[in-house]
């Protein structure tokens, strides 16, 4: 969960086209561009198409190279989407580990998406967890209108810097 992760610059260059611009980077965006979202989507698959072994179950399938990719393009985007089955069957960090990614400021959002309240946030998530020593931002969690989360799980939500919304 804390490993610093290398991802060259050599790696880098390809990627750029498809990322927002970075803060320090100067661009010239019209004005119908600037007010769009930038969404980029990142999932592995097993050589049959997989994500993984079966239903609920953590299943390791990147590389080192694939998983330091992954964290660099965290560190170029606001935040980090995941719904509540990788939640509840990974335990994600949910956080940026790349070189240079020093900071809360570069750091990604974690949003969860969690319409049913499966998610049983508790102070070892390792979401939490990393929110509460200053690695990463609280999650956002996202849950149906009417779906009852409880008031333990709302304070350790709001208790690692995040917020419940329904």
Known sequence: MSQTLHF???????????????????????????????????????????????PGTQTVLSGPESKAMTHYLRSRHAAILVGA???????????????GCDGLESQPRPVVLDPRGRWEVTEQS??????????????YVLVGEGTEVGEERRR????GGGSMWA
């Open 8 to 54: 060259p610059p050599s790696s880098r260059g390809p990627l750029e086209p498809y990322l927002p611009p970075t803060t320090t980077t100067t661009t010239t965006t019209t004005s119908s561009s600037a007010s769009l979202p930038h969404l980029t989507l990142t999932f592995a698959t097993s050589l049959d198409s997989a994500i993984s072994l079966s």
């Open 85 to 99: 089955g990788t939640a509840v069957a990974d335990d994600p960090g949910l956080n940026c580990r790349v070189e």
């Open 126 to 139: 390792k979401v939490i967890e990393l929110a509460r020593r200053g690695r990463g931002l609280g999650p």
């Open 156 to 159: 350790v939500v709001e208790g």
